[in-house]
Each structure stands twice: as structure tokens, then as C-alpha cells.
Nanobody, 123 residues
């Protein structure tokens, strides 16, 4: 199983980025997909998740209204559109796959992880 996250970069506050995560080696449409992030010196935290069929997104309060998670099961890819970025959004962003019957916000419940992509928001 491989999850390849990309699309990170350096952006000014108020800007936008779109992260993508391409999955292979698993039945993508059977997995709920999530995005987590980890800033230096901080624990990994939940950002957003989406159900296997794409009908149920869920967001951390800190990103609600600014970030949008979506997926394309035909392309085995999950996306995270990030708008109105803030310096506190700076972190390494990870995509993950969970074969749970509910959407989990807890990283131990995710089975597979991507390598992470750096997002840096300057003030």
C-alpha cells in the first residue's frame, strides 16, 4: 500500500493550496480517508476526513469553513483544498486511510499513512 501526498509549498497568509494524495495497493473506495498535520514540537492533529463514498466530510473546528476535503474514487485520490490560510496552519500534512465503519479523528485508528507534504504559511 502506498499513499503519496503532494501539493504543499510556501504561501502567504490568506492564500490557498490544494493537497492531493494518490493511493495504490488498496481498494480505495473501501476506505475512509483523512488528513492530519503535525507542526514542530506538537502532536499530530486531525484536520479533515471523508467517508468511503464521499458523502460525509468531517472537519476540525480550526479549519471548518476554510478547508474542503473531497475524493475521486475513479482516480484513487483524495484532496484537501485549503483557503484563507493562516500562519498557524504551517505543518507537515499527512494523508491516511482507515477501514472503519465510522469516520475517525484519532490517528491510531488509521491503517495506512502517506509520507507527508510540508505546508508553510508566511505572515
Amino acid at each position: 500500500v502506498q499513499l503519496q501526498a503532494y501539493g504543499g509549498g510556501l504561501v502567504q497568509a490568506g492564500g490557498s493550496l490544494r493537497l492531493s494524495c494518490a493511493a495504490s495497493g488498496l481498494t480505495f473506495s473501501s476506505y475512509n480517508m483523512g488528513w492530519f498535520r503535525q507542526a514542530p514540537g506538537k502532536e499530530r492533529e486531525f484536520v479533515a476526513a471523508i467517508s468511503w463514498g464521499g458523502s460525509t466530510p468531517y472537519y476540525a473546528d480550526s479549519v471548518k469553513g476554510r478547508f474542503t476535503i473531497s475524493r475521486d474514487n475513479a482516480k484513487n485520490t483524495v484532496y484537501l483544498q485549503m483557503n484563507s490560510l493562516k500562519p498557524e496552519d504551517t505543518a507537515v500534512y499527512y494523508c491516511a486511510a482507515a477501514r472503519t465503519y465510522y469516520i475517525s479523528t484519532r490517528y491510531p485508528e488509521y491503517d495506512y499513512w502517506g509520507q507527508g507534504t510540508q505546508v508553510t504559511v508566511s505572515s
